[in-house]
């Protein structure tokens, strides 16, 4: 499994026993000696340090001949040798040894990497030497390059990674010294920082020290980041997407700097639109800003030649960072180490960053570094830009340009500057001044240096990203505003990055403890929700692959009201707003798309862009990829119209947003029902009935179907809620209620035959079972042979083919089901094992609609079967980390993401809201020991938190 721990390396002083008291004492007994100042408080800063740079340290810059500094160094380590002979095993820091025990009966790699030369010494006097699968104690005269630097290099942890035959992103270290902890970091490694926040606050785990620490807990420190462990090319386009970051008004797919053959960098701004012959219009991909080129002596850095070793790249998912760091050595054979990093702003939607550095490791090397904009940006061969034109004003280059139809021009500005390596303080590199390039398109900045052996180079590329959306003068902007980002080094955006994303994850996350695969996942779903969700802009959407790739083109679907909507609403309930104000400003494409169906009111587009007009493609590339396929879901797949709605009412409930319910929700509400009141058709089939024919429901494998039962379910239920909010708004807003009875003419005569429709709109419920049938006809196709399709890695419709699909029953997501755990006040439990008896197994679930494995998930947990809900759970939540469809190429599949906190906020934990109350029912899963979230409800900020095996809540108001 890519992001399981499956190697820890401990250090040694203050982590498994105190020889850091040993050190103290002896540094003391020396100082003492020679009259050196020297105290505890000074003794602080020789934590996981060298003997000679301690040294260094305590002599503060005094100059002492080198035989002296030898004889002190000596002297001093005869001390502590002396102090170590009366080591034994009582001197193990208390749970050191149980967690050692532990570690190894869970057969997970054992090593210990700790600076000092004594380290066997020590271990075979704690009695605990022959536990550890490799020592590394000190760095090592003859280890390879790259291997030998101390703490806060990387090198020593590297090592030890090396000798246990673990990648490094698979290695989880614990640490004591803020500069070993930078090495494992840097290395790609997880890791847990014993003491105090400002010593060992960059840990992904702070713990005072290991009394009573258990195996779980500290491998629970590898859930807040995605890791990839090795470079695999087959594996591209998955990580592209899996490690796309953001800040909520755009997305950066995770494609490497120096790019490869057939990679898809995309960097995709909320309402970029171009148009585009077929699907309409798209998002246009925006020019390339993590651009970057790097020579070494003359050759290019690239991860296909010459030879890579200890590679790791981290998604860390609390400062919204992704890191890369390798050892790459070309032809040449001079090994350089190299780090990249970036970031986008969550808090300033325009700023980006990005970092580099290089470290020669076996002689001095020649480097050459170009910065860039790249403005040969294409969305899967189709080139969006006209009048690309690259420029600089003083320390700041910049590409603009238009795109082709719609005009919208965008702006990316950058700076190259100097930046401090981590620690500071390193001898600085003399690099030659910045040149300014213009190849074509690709405006930047290139310099150069020479490095000496082990000097780090360290540059920040500062990016600027403006459209005409936001600023009528977008090149002004820009270069303003890259300039200003020039002044700040990179930590400092990191660091409020940070702060930013603390904020977003005190109310939006959701702990599972029991399961850090299901953990890791859900939080990175949480994250790639909340990059592409807009704070500042109720004029877009979530599209169905978010910003992070070009499946389904930028357009948004019911995946956002109807998957993604109740994570904000019950979490972010300001972003959640802006989601429903698209809906509210798009209401005039709805209203052209009624009319043009001749029919009234407003009716959504199956899929939406800018202003709300249809634009779903009529065509597409069939299952089997040549042949074109007629694609009919723009014609007739009209539910949306109702979970737009539902997903109003829903935040309406949650948030008691009444202003907003008046206002814009309303609008949308009555707007929305005089469509379905202009498209039932009455007397059919018989007299006083209404029916819905010739649709698509949410099982698209069957299009061209009279009465989907979730198409009816949502309109009965839209009808009626409308007839309620009117009611409501005579009583709370009487004047709005006139306004809009006046304005859309809902009349007492409308409103009955609203409710005519409700009660008598055809739903194909079994009085007696409660079986509801999909549409007219359902239980009359053909049975599929599922047996002989139970191994398969395609969908059933790619298999049976599109027609084939089409009369047989199956089905490519939850239909009946979805709509009976939307509102199960109305579905009492037994119906619903009665349908999912009936339609679980006639469900595509591995190749169907991502959409649909979170919502089996819920459904399960409310018929009390967490271990089948588990099955249904995880394939939703591996979609993207372990592209279990095959598909995350296109994007990170938002719907299942949002699917995912349902199915952990409705499903495991049972969360049911009545008006200001609620009530849980909770269904954890064997192996889950915890599950809580948070959530606001009508203001009121309240906790879940459920625990195994009594599952008992504690359920509290939060402070
Ligand atoms: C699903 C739809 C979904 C769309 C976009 C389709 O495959 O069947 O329900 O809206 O993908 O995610
Ligand atoms: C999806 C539809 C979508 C169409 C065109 C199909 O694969 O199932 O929901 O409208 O593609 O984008």
């Not at 305590?58 to 002297?75: A, F, H, K, N, S």
């Not at 053959?261 to 970029?272: C, E, R, Y």
């Amino acid at each position: 499994m890519t992001q399981s721990i499956q190697a820890i390396l401990f250090d040694l002083d203050g982590v498994i026993t105190d020889t850091a008291e040993f050190h103290y004492q002896a540094w003391q007994t020396l100082a003492d000696a020679e009259g050196l100042p020297f105290d505890r408080i000074a003794n602080e800063k020789l934590r996981g340090v060298s003997r000679r740079e301690s040294l260094g340290l305590i002599l503060g810059g005094r100059t002492v001949p080198e035989p002296q500094i030898q004889e002190w160094l000596d002297r001093k380590n005869r001390h502590y040798q002396e102090l170590l002979q009366t080591l034994s095993p009582a001197d193990l820091l208390p749970g050191v040894a149980a967690l050692l025990q532990e570690i190894r009966e869970a057969g997970l790699g054992l090593a210990i990497v700790s600076a000092s030369h004594n380290t066997p010494f020590v271990l075979a006097r704690l009695g605990i030497a022959e536990l550890f699968d490799a020592v590394i104690a000190g760095p090592e005269a003859d280890a390879p390059a790259g291997k030998r630097r101390p703490k806060p290099a990387p090198d020593l942890f590297l090592l030890a990674a090396e000798r246990l035959g673990c990648p490094p992103a698979n290695c989880l270290v614990v640490e004591d010294a803020e500069s070993g902890l930078i090495g494992a970091r840097t290395a790609g490694m997880v890791t847990v920082g014993l003491g105090p926040e400002e010593r060992v606050g960059i840990a992904d785990l702070v713990l005072p020290n290991l009394h009573g620490v258990r195996l779980d807990e500290l491998l629970y420190a590898g859930t807040w980041s995605v890791a990839e462990g090795q470079f695999a090319p087959a594996r591209l386009h998955q990580w592209e997407s899996a490690l796309t970051i953001g800040g909520g008004a755009s997305g950066t797919r995770g494609s490497f700097e120096e790019r490869y053959p057939g990679d898809q960098p995309a960097t995709l701004i909320h309402g970029l639109w171009d148009d585009v012959p077929v699907v309409y219009t798209e998002l246009a991909n925006a020019f390339d800003w993590t651009a970057l080129d790097i020579w070494i002596d003359g050759q290019p850095f690239r991860m296909d030649r010459g030879r890579v070793t200890d590679y790791s790249r981290r998604l860390d998912l609390r400062t919204g960072e992704l890191r890369r760091h390798l050892y790459w050595t070309p032809d040449s054979g001079a090994t350089v180490e190299l780090s990249f990093a970036r970031i986008a702003s969550l808090t300033d939607p325009h700023a980006f960053a990005q970092s580099v550095s290089v470290t020669p490791l076996v002689r001095p090397v020649d480097v050459r570094i170009r910065a860039r904009i790249d403005g040969f940006a294409e969305n899967e061969s189709y080139l969006h830009w006209r009048e690309l034109q690259p420029g600089r004003l003083g320390d700041v280059a910049y590409l603009t340009g238009l795109t082709r139809k719609t005009g919208k021009r965008l702006v990316e500005a950058l700076q190259l500057v100097d930046s401090a390596p981590e620690p500071a303080g390193l001898a600085p590199v003399a690099s030659s001044p910045l040149r300014y390039t213009d190849a074509p398109y690709n405006p930047g900045f290139e310099v150069e240096a020479r490095l000496e052996l082990n000097q780090t180079w360290a540059l920040a590329k500062l990016v600027s990203i403006f459209t005409s959306r936001e600023s009528e003068d977008p090149i002004a902007a820009a270069l303003t505003h890259a300039a200003g980002l020039g002044r700040e080094p990179y930590a400092a955006l990191l660091a409020a990055n940070k702060a930013a994303w603390a904020e977003f994850w005190a109310t939006g996350d959701v702990v599972i403890e029991g399961d850090n695969l299901a953990q890791i996942a859900t939080r990175h779903g949480l994250f790639q929700l909340r990059i592409a969700a807009p704070a500042h802009d109720e004029r877009v959407s979530i599209a169905a692959r978010s910003l992070s790739g070009f499946g389904y083109r930028g357009h948004a679907f019911w995946d956002t009201e109807t998957f993604i909507l109740p994570f904000f609403t019950y979490t972010q309930p300001n972003l959640a707003r802006n989601l429903l104000m698209y809906r509210y400003h798009t209401l005039a494409g709805a209203r052209r798309k009624a009319a043009g169906n001749h029919l009234e009111g407003a009716q959504y587009a199956w899929e939406s862009a800018e202003t709300g007009d249809e634009v779903t493609p009529r065509w597409v590339p069939g299952p089997q990829g040549e042949e074109l396929v007629r694609i009919w879901c723009g014609d007739i797949e009209l539910h949306i119209t109702a979970d737009v709605v539902y997903a109003i009412w829903q935040y309406w409930q949650i948030t008691g947003d009444d202003e907003f319910m008046a206002g814009p929700g309303a609008q949308i509400v009555f707007e929305t029902a005089r469509y379905w009141e202009s498209r039932v058709e009455p007397n059919r089939p018989k007299p006083g009935q209404y029916s819905i024919s010739d649709v698509i429901g949410p099982d698209e494998y069957h299009d061209h179907v009279d009465n989907n039962a979730f198409t009816n379910g949502m309109v009965r239920w839209h009808l009626r809620m409308a007839i309620g909010l009117l009611s409501w708004l005579r009583e709370q807003a009487a004047a709005r209620a006139e306004e809009l009875v006046g304005s859309l003419d809902l009349t007492p005569a409308r409103l009955d035959h609203w409710d005519q429709i409700a009660a008598n709109l055809v739903f194909n419920r079994d009085p007696q079972t409660g079986l509801i049938e999909q549409f007219d006809g359902f239980f009359a196709r053909k049975e599929v042979d599922w047996p002989a399709y139970a191994v398969r890695t395609k969908s059933l419709q790619a298999l049976l083919g599109i027609e084939g699909a089409n009369e047989h029953q199956v089905l490519k997501q939850p239909d009946v089901l979805l709509l009976q755990v939307l509102f199960p006040d109305e579905y009492p439990l037994e119906e619903l094992r009665v349908n999912w008896d009936y339609y679980a197994p006639r469900t595509d679930h591995t190749y169907g609609s991502s959409l649909g494995p979170a919502i089996h998930a819920w459904a399960a947990c409310r018929l009390g079967d967490p271990a089948e809900a588990y099955t249904h759970f995880m394939r939703a939540a591996l979609a993207d980390i372990d592209d279990v469809r095959g598909n995350a190429r296109d994007g990170i599949h938002a719907a299942s993401s949002g699917g995912l906190w349902q199915a952990l906020a409705f499903g495991f934990g049972g969360l049911r809201v009545t008006g200001d109350t609620y009530s849980v029912h909770p269904q954890l899963p064997k192996h889950w020991r915890r599950l809580a979230f948070r959530f606001t409800l009508r203001g009121q900020p309240h906790v879940v938190d459920l625990h195994q095996p009594t599952a008992q809540l504690e359920a509290a108001n939060a402070t």
